[in-house]
C-alpha cells in the first residue's frame, strides 16, 4: 500500500477503529481519516469506533459522530485499524473485524503482530498519525483533517520532544500549519491542560512515589479506592508516568493504576538505557523502547517485584 486511495477503491462502506483507552495519537489518527473519507469520498458511507474519547478532545471536528459500540448491522467493505499493536487491544470496533470483508492495520508499534489483511507499520515513526499523513494526498487535506493529525503527532511526540520525533516528523507538523492548524489551543487544552482534580491526582502519586534499584527506578500507584476517591478514570491518568520519568537520576519510570482488585495496568517509560517495549512484551503488552505498557494481575507489590526484576537485568547489562 502506497495510498489510502488504494484501499478505498470500490469501497462503498467503510469503518475506522482504534485501540482501548483511546490517547491522542489513537483519537488523532482514527479522525483524521474519518474527516478526510468524508471530505473526499462522499460516495463512501464511513462510521468510526473508539471508547469514549477523552473530553480534551472536544475540539476535533466530527468527535461527536464517534460510535462506541458495534451494532451488527453492517458488514464493512473494509475497516481501518490505527494505532493498535494487536488485535486483543482492539476497542469499540473489534467485532467489525470477523464481518469486515478487508482489514488493514496501520500503526508504529514495534510489537504489532501484523494481524490484518494490509498491514501497514512503521516502527521508526514517532506516531500513527505521523504514519497516516504519509498515505493521504496532502492536497487534499483540510484544515480539520490536519487538526486530527497534529493532535496525535504531539500527543505521541510529547509536543517533540521524544526521540522518536525526526526531520520527516517536523516536515509533516509545518506542512499541518500551513493548513491553517490552531496549534497553541491543540497544545495548551490538550497535552498540558489539567482539571484541578487531574492536579491533585498528580501531586498525590508524585508525593507517594517510591524509589527503587538504587534510584534509577521511579514508581507511582493509584488503587482503585483512590480512583473512586477522586472520581477520575483511566483517560483522566495521562501525563503522571512521564512527569515521573523526568525525576534526576531515574532511568525508568512505573506508573499503576487499578482496574480492578489484584489487577493494575502498567505504563512504563524509559530515558534510554532499558527497552521497556521488551519488558512490557514479557507480560503480554508492548508498545516503543522508550513508552510502553501492558496489565498484570497480582498485588501492588508483586507487580513491582515481577516488572523491576526484568528492568534490573538490562540496567546491569
Not at 101 to 121: E, L
Not at 262 to 284: C, I
Request: aromatic content about 8%; overall charge negative.
Amino acid at each position: 500500500m502506497e495510498r489510502i486511495e488504494e484501499v478505498l477503491a470500490q469501497v462503498h462502506t467503510a469503518a475506522i477503529a482504534g485501540h482501548i483507552r483511546p490517547d491522542g495519537d489513537c483519537t488523532g489518527s482514527c479522525m483524521g481519516l474519518y474527516n478526510y473519507i468524508k471530505e473526499n469520498y462522499p460516495e463512501i458511507a464511513v462510521d468510526v469506533y473508539l471508547e469514549s474519547p477523552s473530553p480534551v478532545f472536544s475540539y476535533i471536528p466530527g468527535i461527536e459522530d464517534v460510535r462506541t459500540s458495534y451494532s451488527g448491522e453492517t458488514s464493512y467493505d473494509v475497516l481501518i485499524i490505527l494505532d493498535t499493536s494487536t488485535l486483543d487491544r482492539l476497542g469499540a470496533g473489534a467485532e467489525c473485524f470477523v464481518r469486515a470483508k478487508k482489514t488493514v492495520n496501520i500503526d508504529h508499534h514495534v510489537s504489532n503482530t501484523n494481524f490484518a489483511d494490509i498491514n501497514w507499520v512503521k516502527a521508526q515513526a514517532g506516531s500513527a498519525s505521523e504514519i497516516l499523513y504519509t498515505l493521504l494526498d496532502p492536497d487534499r487535506v483540510s484544515s480539520h483533517t490536519a487538526s486530527c493529525i497534529y493532535t496525535g503527532i504531539i500527543h505521541d511526540t510529547g509536543v517533540f520532544q521524544y526521540t522518536a520525533t525526526s526531520p520527516e516528523t517536523m516536515r509533516i507538523a509545518a506542512s499541518l500549519l500551513e493548513k491553517g492548524v490552531p496549534f497553541q489551543k491543540i497544545i495548551d487544552e490538550s497535552f498540558y491542560q489539567k482539571t484541578y482534580i487531574q492536579n491533585q491526582v498528580m501531586g498525590r502519586v508524585l508525593t507517594e512515589s517510591i524509589l527503587l534499584l538504587h534510584g534509577t527506578c521511579i514508581a507511582g500507584v493509584l488503587k482503585k479506592k483512590d480512583l473512586i476517591f477522586y472520581g477520575v478514570e483511566g483517560k483522566d491518568l495521562d501525563g503522571i508516568v512521564n512527569q515521573l520519568r523526568l525525576t534526576k537520576g531515574v532511568e525508568v519510570a512505573i506508573f499503576l493504576y487499578e482496574l480492578k482488585p489484584m489487577e493494575f495496568k502498567v505504563s512504563l517509560r524509559s530515558n534510554g538505557n532499558v527497552d521497556v517495549n521488551q519488558v512490557a512484551s514479557y507480560f503480554g503488552g508492548g508498545g516503543h523502547v522508550r513508552a510502553a505498557g501492558c496489565e498484570i494481575k497480582g498485588t501492588y507489590y508483586d507487580v513491582l517485584n515481577n516488572l523491576t526484576l526484568h528492568i534490573e537485568e538490562q540496567i546491569n547489562q
